[in-house]
Nanobody
Framework: QVQLVESGGGLAQAGGSLRLSCAAS????????MGWFRQAPGKERELVAA????????YYADSVKGRFTISRDNVKNTVYLQMNSLKPEDTAVYYC????????????WGQGTQVSVSS
């Protein structure tokens, strides 16, 4: 049974930082592309950052470039999202996702963690 468990969400002030973690189990983590999505109230879920397992290339949405950093630890089976210079518009539920093929069509999802940024 595959499980993705996020942690690290919470409340931050604008300009502050948070680090999200996603611990994976039940899959060969090192062979999965990993991504972080977010969904704000009334908006569609969007991919904000991704890291491919086979090239270590990364993707960032324009809205988070230069502020967010995705990384992974294949020994700990964990993917991280370091979020700096947070803005109120970063407020959303953040989801970890895993895919063996295309990260924009994940096979597995975490339960989500709330990030709220106050101005």
């Amino acid at each position: 049974q595959v499980q993705l468990v996020e942690s690290g969400g919470g409340l931050a002030q604008a300009g502050g930082s948070l680090r999200l973690s996603c611990a994976a189990s039940g899959l060969t983590f090192s062979r999965y592309h990993m991504g972080w999505f977010r969904q704000a109230p009334g908006k569609e879920r969007e991919l904000v950052a991704a890291m491919w397992w086979n090239t270590a290339n990364t993707y960032y949405a324009d809205s988070v470039k230069g502020r967010f950093t995705i990384s992974r630890d294949n020994v700990k089976n964990t993917v991280y999202l370091q979020m700096n210079s947070l803005k109120p518009e970063d407020t959303a539920v953040y989801y970890c996702a895993a895919s063996a093929l295309r990260i924009n069509n994940p096979q597995y999802w975490g339960q989500g963690t709330q990030v709220s940024v106050s101005s």
